[in-house]
């Protein structure tokens, strides 16, 4: 009788330890997240690159770089989502504002580093009208562990924009 009950906490014991290893919970610690958006006045040097060809009479000040860099620190699996910033950018009032850009994207074990600039038509809108485009704009990290997803964030990026 005793030798039965101790089969049977021995089962119990190991049924709750493979159910446990098979958890699709998040066994890592939080993500250390660093998100920031600005938009600046463009340099001397960065306007030399602007082709204006076509535009009348275009100034230094028509023009803003849009510069984006998100860090996600922490070993969890992911999958990081970045909004089109050519088409966000471009539907403000359907004109094409979108100039030239470029992004990057370094993953490591422990951090994920995804940078965006490009350079944008701003005569004729505001600094409301910009950040408006962007408010429910968002970057969004996907959580998976053995290609099932366990978790899903979203970082606002119109929340995090700064003018300077």
């Given at each position: 009788m005793k030798k039965a009950l101790f089969i049977k906490i021995i089962l119990l014991i190991l049924i709750i330890a493979i159910m446990g290893a098979c958890s699709n919970k998040s066994t890592s610690k939080e993500e250390n997240v660093n998100l920031n958006v600005q938009i600046d006045k463009l340099t001397d040097d960065e306007f030399k690159e602007v082709q204006v060809n076509y535009l009348k009479d275009p100034k230094k000040d028509d023009f803003r770089k849009f510069s984006l860099t998100f860090q996600i620190d922490g070993s969890s699996k992911k999958r990081i989502n970045i909004p089109d910033f050519k088409k966000v950018i471009n539907t403000i009032d359907n004109q094409q504002r979108y100039w030239f850009g470029n992004s990057s994207e370094k993953e490591s074990d422990n951090s994920d580093i995804y940078k965006s600039e490009f350079i944008f038509y701003s005569k004729g809108i505001t600094e409301d009208t910009i950040?408006?485009?962007?408010?429910?704009?968002?970057?969004?990290?996907?959580?998976y562990k053995k290609d099932k997803i366990i978790d899903e964030k979203q970082y606002n990026i119109g929340d995090s924009l700064i003018f300077k």
């Open positions: 950040i408006k485009a962007f408010e429910e704009k968002e970057v969004k990290v996907i959580f």
